[in-house]
């Protein structure tokens, strides 16, 4: 008797679901991005506290322009990607830069005037996007991307998801009883759900896991260290309703220097995120509907957000890792969730509720996610047979991984008096896409192999790649 094995179908049109089981999906990915998102404000009010008053990034101004800017990206790229774009850690060590320093205008400026000069810097990292989109429109995506193959984009894709992990194990640390339940609930539905159930682990995960944390704080329980699993201060201090505390950012010379440098790591993020997503849905986006526009969407969001007091975005590798465990692979589905998080931004105390969520729990569902998107790196680099009896790609993919892991506090150096951090994602990058340029060898064709790009490749590599040069 053989035996049977069911794979999930890929959905690429989730209207066949039904409106009932979609609205659940954007859910979905609301909550895979939420904990990601909101942490980069509270990072910020770390930052620039003083006097016990905390200045950093707004939580609704955030959720905002994380919903706006992934709205405005997929008009950018003719509504075809499923990307969402939330705040981006890339640039924290700016935020928290900027927040010392003593020189020039900044000596001894209150924080309460600092933030908006680093989002004014943001907002010229987000042009940056387009100056690189630019150039991509005009010689063609092809020869830019022979410098960016598999081999240097793979292992990209795997730094990030492995330079997430240690924010993973610091959050789940703080309750592991509670973490473990939420990964727990999300491999058990993710292999033995049914139906919808198989769809949505992520959600289940977290709604489960909170239901236990709710039944351990009725019950007096705490976490091992003392601190309350949960905290419900700020819920019964927030409106219902409440426009989003925006203000407008202000330039300097100084706070762009520190803040603009960082879009070279984005950038790269950027790449590794559209091959990610690629590969896990099956076609090619950046050929189709262009590496160009997908930029320049993620470049307009991040200026936008910053030009009115929010964090840079990007594309978000947590919803990538929802895409792999749902298989539900429509845009729709995404724009769901960006619109939740514009009326969330607008309903400060449910927005509150959702920020009560343990950091334990965010951290049990960061086991899954980061793990995925480093398991898609392999995959990308797996499925473009990228061939590492070649010395030239070893040597690549090594120096890459050692230098996305090595750098854990980045590389930092001083241009005209300003000490400048290059994060270790960017420095990888750089450092592979410079050997990838000038050791000899290189026999990538971007696009060559249409089936292969078909199943997630981005191109071929070997003699038959050669001959199609």
């Not at 480093?374 to 070893?394: C, H, M, P």
Request: hydrophobic content about 50%; some cysteine; proline content about 4%.
């Amino acid at each position: 008797m053989k035996q049977q094995t069911t794979t999930q179908q890929p959905i690429y049109d989730a209207r066949t679901l039904g409106r009932p089981k979609m609205a659940i999906l954007g859910l979905q990915h609301m909550f895979a991005m939420f904990g990601a998102t909101i942490l980069v404000p509270i990072l910020t009010g770390i930052y620039f506290t003083e006097n016990g008053a905390s200045y950093g990034l707004s939580i609704q101004v955030t959720l905002l322009f994380a919903g706006l800017g992934t709205l405005f990206f997929h008009l950018c790229s003719k509504f075809q990607v499923p990307a969402f774009l939330g705040s981006s850690f890339a640039f924290l060590g700016g935020f928290q830069t900027i927040a010392t320093l003593d020189t020039g205008i900044f000596a001894g400026m209150p924080m309460s005037e600092r933030l908006p000069y680093a989002c004014g810097g943001i907002v010229v990292a987000g042009l940056m996007y387009l100056v690189l989109a630019a150039i991509i429109k005009t010689v063609g995506v092809h020869r830019v991307m022979r410098f960016l193959p598999p081999v240097v984009t793979g292992p990209i894709i795997i730094c990030i998801g492995l330079t997430l992990a240690p924010s993973a194990v610091s959050n789940a640390s703080s309750n592991w009883f509670l973490a473990v339940v939420a990964l727990a609930v999300i491999i058990v539905f993710n292999i033995w759900g049914r139906g919808m159930f198989k769809i949505i682990p992520i959600l289940m995960g977290v709604l489960i896991s909170y239901g236990v944390a709710l039944a351990m704080y009725s019950m007096g329980m705490t976490n091992p260290d003392g601190t309350a699993i949960l905290n419900f201060a700020d819920v019964a201090a927030a409106n219902w309703v409440g426009l989003p505390p925006m203000k407008l950012c202000k330039f300097d010379v100084t706070a762009i220097l520190v803040m603009a440098p960082i879009a070279l790591a984005t950038m790269m993020e950027h790449i590794g995120d559209m091959s990610a997503i690629s590969a896990t849905v099956g076609k090619n986006y950046l050929a189709n509907p262009g590496l160009h526009r997908t930029l320049v969407g993620d470049g307009i969001a991040t200026a936008m957000a910053a030009l009115f007091g929010g964090p840079a975005n990007t594309t978000y590798g947590e919803n990538t890792g929802v895409l792999v465990l749902s298989k539900v692979y429509d845009p729709r589905v995404i724009r769901l969730a960006a619109v939740y998080a514009i009326v969330l931004s607008f309903i400060p105390k449910f927005a509150n509720v959702i920020g009560s969520m343990p950091s334990a729990i965010i951290g049990g569902v960061s086991f899954m996610l980061y793990g995925m998107i480093s398991a898609i790196g392999v995959r990308n680099v797996v499925e473009s047979k990228v061939d590492f009896t070649k010395s030239r790609n070893l040597i690549i993919a090594a120096v890459i991984l050692v230098c996305g892991l090595g750098f854990s506090s980045g590389l930092t150096f001083v241009v005209a008096g300003t000490s400048i951090t290059l994060t270790g994602l960017a420095v990888a990058a750089i450092a592979g896409i410079v050997l990838n340029a000038i050791l000899p060898g290189n026999d990538y064709v971007f696009g060559a192999d249409d089936e292969g790009n078909g199943s997630g490749n981005m191109g071929t590599y070997g003699e038959g790649a050669e001959k199609m040069k």
